[in-house]
């Protein structure tokens, strides 16, 4: 770690020759029980670039920090001296609606991004959980994802271009401002899902699409986690306009449908998103498959629909975890009904009631534990219980979100993967001192 004094006054200096502005409560920006030195909010990429070159010149190390609503992912840092608020960095650069892209700052907040492109028919199609808080540069440093990732994949699909700050100081830009660019290395992506360990994000360029005309949601109720895959399988075979399709457990289905006379069941939530027929057609096909199946189905009126949504992207929302434990399971979807059986099974043995909710044909699966529900010691087996169960399933897992106490026991991010020595060597390239947000991702990278 950094000397105190030099450090911040390096920043300052840096900072007294522009307008950014340090940050007094240092606590709004603990990770893991960590308090940064300093904490400092350029409103440029140019500021962003003077204070990882003062960073760099003391060897502090940086952690970018946007809303604050995916922070408890990752392993505890190895240091963290610097914390880089991005939040005023937050314009919209360029819209142009014609050509379907927008050109936004790192620390805007998707929820206003949302409302902008709204005001000329359009959107982004990415719904990470907490769209108020969540920023640009945070959704792409994560990856992060909601259930319309079914119909519109990551964010990285949508993704056409990015500015960059590198450790150094350095800034590179990647990518365009259309649609088609030219051939050759996507350095930008790159950065997504690298959770802030290879430097800054502080401006994206993005496709966006026109607003689905209509949208509706239906409800299917199951007796096993079987027959209701079964029938979100064969649905989501049937290419149909189904914008998200998740399979939740008992315990998650009273949580977003608010209903508990529906608490025995397993649930299929589907909705539907394009132009009236093909929402109208879905939900006929979706009927008739569930019916096959011996389940009911219900429409849900539109204000239901949409509170059920916001708690199903609370699912895996790592912000308001508490200290309950988020685990992201990956699986072929085949495996998601064996895996929702027996980790139902396993929480049930332990006196825990699990929520679980499965972006059914992505084979995610969201495995949460309610405040209060798990000591360390009972949270810790879960972890390993479940980990071994998607293993043994072809799969991994994950934990998103858990109390710093338990983080420091197990392995957040689990085993290894075949591309790791890649993966350390674009880190040597890119960030070769390490002090780009140390120890936060897979390996102690």
Not at 17 to 24: K, L
Request: charged share 20%; aromatic share 6%.
């Amino acid at each position: 770690m950094s000397d105190n004094g030099t450090l911040k006054t390096s920043i300052k200096a840096a900072a007294s020759r522009t307008s950014m502005v340090p940050r007094r409560r240092l606590p709004e920006y603990v990770i893991d029980g960590l308090v940064p030195q300093i904490a400092v909010s350029p409103a440029n990429a140019e500021e962003a670039a003077a204070v990882l070159a003062a960073a760099a010149s003391c060897d502090a190390a940086v952690i970018p920090w946007g809303g604050g609503a995916g922070m408890a992912i990752g392993g505890i840092p190895q240091r963290y001296d610097v914390a880089l608020d991005t939040t005023r960095l937050n314009a919209v650069v360029e819209h142009v609606a014609e050509d379907l892209t927008v050109v936004v700052q790192a620390g805007a907040r998707l929820q206003e991004l949302q409302d902008h492109l709204a005001h000329r028919g359009q959107y982004l199609p990415l719904d990470p959980a907490l769209p108020e808080r969540a920023t640009i540069g945070g959704i792409l440093a994560s990856n992060a994802g909601g259930p319309w990732r079914h119909a519109h994949g990551w964010p990285r699909d949508w993704l056409l271009g990015m500015k960059v700050v590198l450790s150094d100081g350095s800034i590179i830009k990647s990518g365009g401002r259309v649609v088609k660019n030219v051939a050759g290395y996507d350095m930008g992506k790159l950065f997504v899902g690298s959770f802030g360990t290879l430097g800054v994000i502080v401006e994206a360029a993005f496709k966006v699409a026109p607003l689905p005309a209509a949208r509706a949601t239906a409800v299917a109720f199951f007796a096993s986690p079987a027959t209701a895959a079964r029938a979100g399988l064969a649905l989501h075979a049937r290419n149909l306009r189904v914008e998200s399709l998740e399979l939740l457990n008992a315990e998650a289905a009273k949580a977003v449908l608010s209903d508990p006379a529906r608490g025995n069941f397993w649930c299929l939530l589907v909705a539907a998103a394009g132009n009236r027929g093909a929402v109208d057609r879905t939900l006929r096909e979706m009927a008739g498959v569930c019916t096959g199946e011996g389940a009911a189905m219900v429409s849900l009126a539109a204000d239901q629909a949409e509170t059920a949504w916001q708690q199903v992207r609370r699912f895996g929302a790592q912000a308001d975890h508490g200290e309950g434990v988020v685990l992201r399971a990956a699986l072929l979807p085949s495996q998601v009904a064996p895996f929702l059986e027996s980790a139902e099974s396993m929480a049930r043995g332990r006196g825990l009631s699990l929520h679980l909710d499965a972006r059914l044909a992505l084979g995610t699966i969201y495995c949460r534990t309610p405040d209060g529900e798990n000591s360390r010691e009972s949270g810790q087996a879960l972890v390993y219980e479940l980990r071994a169960l998607a293993q043994r399933l072809g799969g991994g897992l994950v934990v998103e979100a858990c109390p710093a106490a338990l983080k420091a026991q197990v392995d957040v991010w689990g085993d290894g993967r075949p591309d790791f020595a890649l993966m350390t060597r674009v880190k040597d390239a890119l960030d070769p001192r390490r002090t780009m947000s140390p120890g936060r991702f897979l390996g102690g990278l």
